[in-house]
């Protein structure tokens, strides 16, 4: 994975949510990627409904110029699960009434947005997935030549030896469409996968969200009323009210925000079965003993831990909004 040049063209594919919210928002306040479009899929919450919820947040960072597509409302296989009202609210934003964008969403479905954009960003193109993975999925189905165009592909997902958040083996994102994971992680391009087993160890404290609330500024008050609700429904896990940072830690890794010190690359399968371990990622560490060393010829490097803790940079990031 190599780290961006300036202003490197990144398309966003999110099922915004709360915690996609801030990756969102981290990515426009990113000065290293230039947020070229965003597409919606159904996961926290239908994709027509996180396509406006994306539509609103950029309008309050001034950002009306960043297109927004609708993407899959279903999993390749089955249907849309209803999403995670309880986690993410009824709207998906903590069932916080954001001011309204009144600006629409392309024409452009999320899958026709992103091979428009790897064209015209042809080789450059950064691709960030924080939702379940089935955009990526039908646009690898409709050109198969797709990450010939694409740099790197940073994906929130899995889990790789952290139990899952869904099931005992399987991770939300994962799990809301095991194939089109397993079809995602089976073709040649860069993958960098941020799973469970990172994203947990990432934390944002009342602390912080205090200071979005009382930033004064466009955005960033939003993102704290917005991480209310969802800060409640931490508190079984952690014991207080705080939350995991699952897809900002994604959007930061992508952009050099934080650093991997622990991602060996390694072959990664999904379970797409119908047995108790769908939607597993089943990644090959056994190099345990031996330091993680790349497995040779693995494509997907599994994010294991990192530098720094996310939550002071996220924060300094989104006070910028
Ligand atoms: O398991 C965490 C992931 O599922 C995050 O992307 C969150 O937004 C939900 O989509
Ligand atoms: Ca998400």
């Not at 609700?229 to 995991?244: D, E, I, M, N």
Request: hydrophobic letters at 45%; charged letters at 20%.
């Amino acid at each position: 994975m190599t780290l961006p040049g300036p202003s490197a063209p990144l398309y966003l594919d999110c099922d915004t949510g709360v915690d996609d919210s801030l990756a969102l928002a981290y990515l426009l306040a990113a000065p290293e990627v230039d947020l070229v479009g965003v597409g919606s899929v159904s996961g926290n919450i239908d994709a027509r409904q996180g396509a406006v919820n994306s539509l609103d947040l950029l309008a309050l960072a001034g950002r009306d110029d960043v297109p927004v597509a609708v993407g899959a409302h279903d999993p390749l296989v089955g249907s849309y699960d209803g999403g995670a009202p309880s986690v993410h609210g009824r709207n998906g934003v903590g069932d916080v009434a954001l001011p309204p964008s009144g600006r629409e969403v392309t024409a452009e479905s999320a899958v026709e947005l992103l091979l428009r954009l790897s064209h015209e960003h042809a080789g450059l193109l950064r691709v960030v997935a924080v939702g379940p993975l089935t955009n990526l999925a039908l646009a690898l189905r409709a050109d198969p030549t797709l990450p010939e165009r694409v740099l790197d592909v940073t994906v929130m997902g899995g889990a790789a030896l952290h139990p899952g958040n869904v099931t005992p083996a399987a991770e939300a994102n994962i799990a809301k469409d095991p194939e089109a994971a397993a079809e995602v992680l089976a073709v040649d391009w860069d993958v960098t996968l941020v799973p469970l087993d990172v994203t947990m160890a990432h934390v944002f404290e009342e602390a912080d969200r205090k200071a979005l609330l009382e930033a004064g500024t466009a955005l960033a008050p939003w993102l704290g009323e917005v991480l209310d609700l969802y800060f409640g429904f931490h508190v079984p896990t952690f014991g207080r009210r705080c939350s995991a940072l699952h897809d900002p830690l994604a959007a930061a890794i992508a952009v050099g925000g934080v650093t991997p010190t622990v991602a060996p690359r390694v072959p990664v399968v999904v379970d797409a079965t119908d047995g108790p371990g769908r939607g597993q990622t089943v990644c090959d560490l056994r190099g345990l003993y031996a330091g993680y060393p790349d497995v040779p010829g693995a494509r997907t490097r599994v994010v294991l831990a990192t530098d720094a803790p996310l939550a002071p940079h996220l924060v300094e990031r989104l006070l910028t909004l």
